[in-house]
């Protein structure tokens, strides 16, 4: 299922800054992991699942809808100071590379098996508050939630998030208590999903080496393994004068 995106974005790229040690762990176990939303670091995430849904009837209840679903963020921008900074405060971060449409088909293939499980990717909504309050009084109505507004409710964040740019893949499956600590992993081909890495581009060159030889060393990914340039000058940078040299 697509959220927010279109069958042409199948192919698009999507980007994801995870430690060195996470991508030596995706490729030594083959396997993806989506946590419960509730670990995610902004404490507005989820509040619509988390809220109790007052009904016609005036009666207060509690869907406890938000223990039954996983999601893993990704992001549409190929290069951003602040993902580095944030996802990667030490350096020691990778950025890998996938495509919207690979990460769909990795968790369609994973979740065959299980009738009762759903799966879908979508883009982030970014919205103020007056347009968050009206999105969550139309999520519920007197039955309950549907699938596709319970994965809905996750692809809300509010406007001052606007800059991650963020895609989500998100699993939902009515027997939560199969999936323990709020983790979901699923068997993956590490090798089809990652598309690229590239290493911090805050490191030396000298440094990049070196990486680039522990993660081919560690993952034998056959790969490119790229440093980004996003902090490097133009070669042979001149700065033109103007005539003007009065103070």
Known sequence: MLLNLTKGDLDRPVYRIISIERL?????????????????????????LKSK?????G??????????????CWTLHNASDAMWRIYSPNKDGVRIKSTIGNLLQSIYRAHQPHSEARCCIGKVEYLNTKELTNKANNTFDESGISVDKLFQSLLLKRLPF???????????????????????????DP??????????PRRSYDEFKILKHIVQRSTDYQG??????????????????TNDFSL
């Not at 849904?53 to 009837?57: C, E, I, M, S, Y």
């Not at 090798?191 to 890495?197: A, G, L, Q, S």
């Open 224 to 241: 490119p393994i790229r440093r980004s340039l996003m902090y490097q000058l133009p070669n042979n940078l001149i700065v033109r004068a």
């Open 162 to 188: 606007e800059h991650e740019k963020e895609v989500r893949l998100l699993f939902q499956s009515w027997s939560p208590e199969l999936i323990p600590d709020g983790v979901y992993k699923y068997k993956i």
């Open 53 to 57: 849904v007052k009904l016609a009837t």
């Open 59 to 72: 009666e207060t209840v509690d869907y406890n809808m938000h223990n039954s679903v996983f999601g893993q």
């Open 191 to 200: 090798h089809k999903m990652v598309n690229e890495v590239m290493i911090d």
């Open 24 to 48: 030596v762990d995706l490729f030594t176990t083959g396997e993806n992991v989506l946590v419960s939303p509730s670990k995610w670091e902004d404490t507005f995430e989820n509040f619509i």
